[in-house]
C-alpha cells in the first residue's frame, strides 16, 4: 500500500492546475475521512441502518 505522502501526491496531480489551496484542503480531509469510516467497518465499528433510521426518526 502506497504511504499517505505518495497518495496525497498523486492525488493533487489529478487536480485542476486552477485548483487553489482550498481546494486541495478538501479533497484531502475528504479522502481522511473515507479512510477512517473504512477502518472503521473493518473493525465492525458500525452503526445498522435501522438503528440510524430509528434515531433519525425520534427528532
Known amino acids: 500500500m502506497p504511504t499517505a505522502k505518495k497518495q ?4 493533487v496531480k489529478k487536480l485542476p492546475e486552477k485548483a ?3 481546494d486541495i484542503m478538501h479533497e484531502i480531509f ?3 475521512k473515507i479512510d477512517a469510516g473504512i477502518h472503521a467497518a473493518d473493525e465492525g465499528r458500525v452503526v445498522p ?3 440510524v433510521r430509528k ?3 425520534k427528532k
Do not use: G, P
Not at 496525497?8 to 492525488?11: K, L, S, T
Open 20 to 22: 487553489t489551496w482550498d
Open 8 to 11: 496525497a501526491i498523486d492525488m
Open 49 to 51: 441502518h435501522e438503528v
Open 30 to 32: 475528504v479522502r481522511k
Open 55 to 57: 434515531r433519525f426518526l
